[in-house]
């Protein structure tokens, strides 16, 4: 084979591969799509609200003597849209120096079970607290810190339950406290149940 017809394979050669590389280019532009958008994806976050009825006063007794016992209920609502777990805190006061506080015997039950439509008169629910009115680091019943703890409890989302308190001054109590005075605030601390073991 002769010097000019090797340039003409090789310029053939040239030419073939220029046109499969055309033809490779252009078919990268010859794709069917298509695209369909998903909308309207909402999200709302849910509520942990709980609520006490009545909301203060729960239980109160002034003038009290030796041997006197007072009782109410309070009822605890959950008013949000999860389950959420509860616990009670108690403070009390000494302003007077007399500690009344730690003489007064506080006991927590959960409804009646003989008559629970009269939620306390007979005051034989499971017991959840027995003690001075703030307890010690002020807890009756569960706990405050976040997760699950002993006592906690549970509430569905828009459920309810009934405790009742129970206050007593002991037939013992001594003549040092006489007038004395404490104020006791007890605080409700909710949080979710949901991805919170």
Do not use: H, W
Request: hydrophobic content about 40%; glycine content about 8%.
């Amino acid at each position: 084979m002769n010097l000019k017809d090797r340039k003409s394979k090789l310029l053939l050669t040239a030419v073939m591969l220029t046109g499969v590389v055309a033809l490779a280019t252009f078919g990268t532009f010859a794709l069917f799509t298509n695209q369909e958008a998903v909308g309207s994806n909402a999200f709302t976050a849910g509520t942990v609200d709980i609520s006490t009825s009545p909301v203060s006063t729960v239980i109160n007794f002034s003038g009290m003597v030796p041997g006197d016992t007072v009782t109410n209920p309070i009822t605890a609502s959950n008013n949000g849209n999860q389950s959420l777990r509860y616990a009670v805190t108690s403070s009390a006061t000494n302003a007077d120096a007399k500690a009344l506080k730690d003489q007064l015997v506080m006991t927590v039950k959960t409804v009646d079970v003989t008559t629970p439509t009269t939620p306390c008169d007979n005051f034989d629910g499971t017991q959840l607290y027995t003690g001075d009115v703030d307890s010690t680091a002020g807890l009756i019943i569960g706990d405050p810190a976040a997760g699950a703890q002993t006592g906690d409890r549970t509430l569905a989302a828009a459920a309810s339950e009934t405790l009742c308190f129970r206050v007593n001054l002991p037939s013992a109590t001594g003549n040092a406290y006489q007038g004395a005075t404490t104020t006791v605030t007890f605080t409700f601390n909710a949080e979710q149940t949901t991805n919170n073991a």
